[in-house]
């Protein structure tokens, strides 16, 4: 693998998954066998306000209300993902985002084993390098990431009960 392609991704596990320690755990171990790294991570509870920031480009939409409610109802996982091509392989780790089409089109994937529901699939990942920049300026206001892994990255691991705090 070349630095040059590694790149980086955000992951967030929904409340019903953290819930779950069994699930929880399986999920992890996914992450690890598939050669994807765990650069930094935080636990979050979401506010309201916080939550129609993050899924803005979802208002108006029949499931919005509900995503909201979902995301602000526990905690959440928050990790940043890093490895060659790791968007894409983040998301086909994750699966289908339609829990019901995953179970038979994709029945290892992290929303066939631990998804509920649509909207609660279990977990999230940004859809593009451009969308990880946004979504973790908004949980890791004060860490950067390099374009491109070219630099040594040093493994970050914060307080699992660290609590987001949104003072603006």
Not at 9 to 14: D, P, R, V, Y
Not at 28 to 47: F, N, P, W
Request: charged letters at 20%; glycine letters at 6%.
């Amino acid at each position: 693998m070349t630095s040059a392609a590694t790149a980086f991704t955000l992951a967030i596990f929904k409340p019903h998954l953290v819930k779950n320690p069994v699930a929880y755990g399986a999920v992890e171990r996914l992450i690890e066998s598939s050669g994807i790294r765990i650069v930094t991570r935080k636990q979050v509870h979401l506010t309201q306000p916080e939550a129609e920031q993050f899924y803005r480009d979802h208002r108006g939409k029949f499931f919005y209300r509900r995503l909201i409610s979902l995301m602000t109802s526990g905690p959440l996982e928050v990790l940043v993902l890093s490895g060659e091509n790791v968007v894409n392989r983040w998301r086909e780790l994750m699966g289908p985002t339609k829990v019901f089409k995953a179970v038979y089109s994709n029945p290892e994937c992290i929303r066939s084993l631990y998804g509920l529901t649509d909207t609660r699939n279990a977990s999230h990942g940004s859809d593009s390098v451009a969308s990880f920049l946004t979504e973790a300026a908004l949980f890791f206001p004060n860490q950067e990431f390099p374009p491109n892994n070219t630099t040594t990255i040093t493994d970050n691991y914060e307080s699992n009960g660290h609590h987001h705090q949104n003072t603006s």
